[in-house]
Each structure stands twice: as structure tokens, then as C-alpha cells.
T-cell receptor, first 114, second 112 residues
Framework: GAGVSQSPSNKVTEKGKDVELRCDPI?????LYWYRQSLGQGLEFLIY????????KSGLPSDRFSAERTGGSVSTLTIQRTQQEDSAVYLC????????????FGPGTRLTVT | GNSVTQMEGPVTLSEEAFLTINCTYT??????LFWYVQYPGEGLQLLLK?????DKGSNKGFEATYRKETTSFHLEKGSVQVSDSAVYFC???????????FGTGTSLTVIP
């Protein structure tokens, strides 16, 4: 079946602009995670959603970052007033539930802020 | 808190060489441990896991043993192939909470 998809695959934006990154999880997966991978760094947890529960936003680095998940499926990560330090690969992963061990990752969105 | 430290790369090996990638962790309670692999141009995928102390995870010839006494989960393979060239990430999931914690990744290149 279809895996996790993300769009766009690449995004170049000017400093100060807002961007939206999209994630389509595997159908039936109730948990969805967002990570950021900066050059030379590991995966930095940003936020996760589990079903209809309130999301865990503890990893969001500033209030410029927000995310939503509509209908328990597609998720959008929004970065407002982008800064150069936001340049990174943003990865989305889904799991059957938050109790699952295996995460299924999308290919990522490479964001470059100029 | 929870964290993972893994061996710095890049690592370059000849085909059929023995591979070890070191991974140590800090965690409260009894975490589950994982190795994920990212092949060129592909997304991360689970390679193997171990959910309790002394468990050995294995897949595709790779093995890792959950050592609580040394807080380690080193990845090993007896004879690497060119197709094993990838970036390998050690990760843990804490016994409390639902977050995963990843290491920085180790790039492996296997030359013929």
C-alpha cells in the first residue's frame, strides 16, 4: 500500500515568509510525528498527534511553529516568519498508534530559507 | 532525560569487513531500543529493535543486543556488502511517554 507522503519535496523561501509543509500518513495510522533534521544533527522531535487527543507540542522550538491534523489524517506543519536557522529537512512519520514501536517515515521536505 | 549517543562517522569499509557502530543511551526506566536505516534517496526505515534487557534484535544479517549494564545497543554485521551503504540511526522510546529519541546518524560506505 501507499507509504507516508510529504509535499513539497523541496521548498526555497525568503526569510520572513510563512511556509506550510504537508504530510499524508499511512491510512489507518492514528499517530503522526514531525521531526526536524538539521545538517550534522540527529532527528529533533517537534510534535506528535494521537487520534483525537491533544497533541504533544513539547518539541516545537518557538511559537513561530505550529501544526494541525485534520480529520485524524493529513497534517500540516506551519512555520511563520521563517529564519535561516529553520533550514533543515522536515520529516513526518506515522505509526499504528503511539504504543507502536515501528515508525514509517516519509521522504521529507527540504526547506531552505534564503 | 532520554538521549542517544552514537559513533561519529563517516565509516568506510571494504566489502566483507566486520562492522560495528556504537550506540549508548541515557534513559529513565526501561526504554525500547531501535536501529533505523536510511538508504540513499529513501526514507528512514526500521532495521531492528529490542524491547527489554538482553534481547537481541536482528535483521538482514545485522544484530544488536540490549545491554542494560553498559547502556549500550551496538550494531554489528559480520560481513558488509556494498548494498549496506546507508546512514544508520540509533533510537530509543522511553518507558514513559511516546516520544522517540534519535542519535545523529552514522554514514556507512562499503567499497567493493
Amino acid at each position: 500500500g501507499a507509504g507516508v507522503s510529504q509535499s513539497p519535496s523541496n521548498k526555497v523561501t525568503e526569510k520572513g515568509k510563512d511556509v506550510e509543509l504537508r504530510c499524508d500518513p499511512i491510512s489507518g495510522h492514528t499517530a503522526l510525528y514531525w521531526y526536524r533534521q538539521s545538517l550534522g544533527q540527529g532527528l529533533e522531535f517537534l510534535i506528535y498527534f494521537q487520534g483525537n487527543s491533544a497533541p504533544d507540542k513539547s518539541g516545537l522550538p518557538s511559537d513561530r511553529f505550529s501544526a494541525e491534523r485534520t480529520g485524524g489524517s493529513v497534517s500540516t506543519l506551519t512555520i511563520q516568519r521563517t529564519q535561516q536557522e529553520d533550514s533543515a529537512v522536515y520529516l513526518c512519520a506515522s505509526t499504528l498508534s503511539v504504543y507502536s514501536y515501528e515508525q514509517y517515515f516519509g521522504p521529507g521536505t527540504r526547506l531552505t530559507v534564503t | 532525560g532520554n538521549s542517544v549517543t552514537q559513533m561519529e562517522g563517516p565509516v568506510t569499509l571494504s566489502e566483507e569487513a566486520f562492522l560495528t557502530i556504537n550506540c549508548t543511551y541515557t534513559a529513565t526506566g526501561y526504554p525500547s531500543l531501535f536501529w533505523y536505516v536510511q538508504y540513499p534517496g529513501e526514507g528512514l526505515q526500521l532495521l531492528l529493535k529490542a524491547t527489554k534487557a538482553d534481547d537481541k534484535g536482528s535483521n538482514k544479517g545485522f544484530e544488536a543486543t540490549y545491554r542494560k549494564e553498559t547502556t549500550s545497543f551496538h550494531l554489528e554485521k559480520g560481513s558488509v556488502q556494498v548494498s549496506d551503504s546507508a546512514v544508520y540511526f540509533c533510537a530509543l522510546k522511553g518507558s514513559a511517554g511516546n516520544q522517540f529519541y534519535f542519535g545523529t546518524g552514522t554514514s556507512l560506505t562499503v567499497i567493493p
